[in-house]
């Protein structure tokens, strides 16, 4: 079964700030990534947190809590280009050969 | 960021035959690549790993003589669905580990994808 937590779906207006959070097992943890995908496309990568603490890049920013196993993503002033699912990845282990784990992705709806 | 090539971008075979799919990482070296399927609306399954020189390690339920692997090169690796069926009918995706260093992240970068579709 899936060892990240992420919400299903999101609706939101232009302009304003939505905030997917994402919970995990700690089993193999190695960093939480984020990565955003339209339709019919691949996965591209938005951000990457291996420590506490927030990464901002632009308009979206990425926060991580190792002790409470939680990150989140946070998208602000939002556009409708926005929506597109946003998926969290635990990876894995160096042993793994970075392996990442996909959580089951949030559908972010962003409505005029 | 960095640019992994992925070809062909879509296919449609007949039941039965067999498909090949490349992945290829264009501005770094990678090692280790991966292979995901994804079904609509669903997350991506990750099907195996790819190591440059070795075995390809395959995840739970995948059959590795169905889906062939081989990472021939650096920058390299190919998917073979072998006999392929309807069920087999996905989005297939691939990425390259860039391991980081030089101030850039340990992350994946994926390939646009190669939808197939099995008559």
């Known amino acids: 079964g899936q060892s990240l937590e992420q919400p299903s779906e999101v609706t939101a207006v232009e302009g304003a700030i939505v905030q997917i959070n994402c919970t995990y097992q700690?089993?193999?943890?190695?960093?939480l990534s984020w990565y955003q995908q339209h339709d019919g496309g691949a996965p591209t990568f938005l951000s990457y947190?291996?420590?506490?603490g927030l990464e901002e890049t632009g308009r979206f920013s990425s926060f991580l809590s190792r002790s409470d196993s939680y990150g989140y993503l946070l998208l602000q002033e939002l556009q409708m280009k926005d929506s597109a699912s946003y998926f969290c990845?635990?990876?894995?282990?160096?042993?793994?050969?970075?392996?990442?784990?996909f959580g089951a992705g949030t559908q972010v709806v962003v409505t005029p | 960021g960095a640019v992994v090539s992925q070809h062909p971008s879509w296919v449609i075979c007949k039941s039965g035959t067999s498909v090949k799919i490349e992945c290829r990482s264009l501005?770094?070296?990678?090692?280790?690549m991966f292979w995901y399927r994804q079904f609509p609306k669903q997350s991506l399954m990750l099907m195996a790993t790819?190591?440059?020189?070795?075995?390809?390690?395959?995840e739970q339920g995948v059959e590795k003589d169905k889906f062939l692997i081989n990472h021939a090169s650096l920058t390299l690796s190919t998917l073979t669905v072998t006999s392929a069926h309807p069920e087999d009918s996905s989005f297939y995706i691939c990425?390259?580990?860039?391991?980081?260093?030089?101030?850039?992240?340990?992350?994946?970068?994926f390939g646009p994808g190669t939808r197939l579709t099995v008559l």
């Open positions: 700690t089993s193999g943890f190695y960093g």
């Open positions: 790819s190591n440059e020189g070795s075995k390809a390690t395959y």
């Open positions: 990845a635990k990876g894995g282990t160096t042993d793994s050969w970075g392996k990442f784990q």
């Open positions: 947190n291996a420590l506490d």
């Open positions: 501005d770094f070296q990678a090692t280790t």
């Open positions: 990425s390259a580990r860039d391991p980081g260093g030089g101030g850039r992240t340990d992350t994946q970068y």
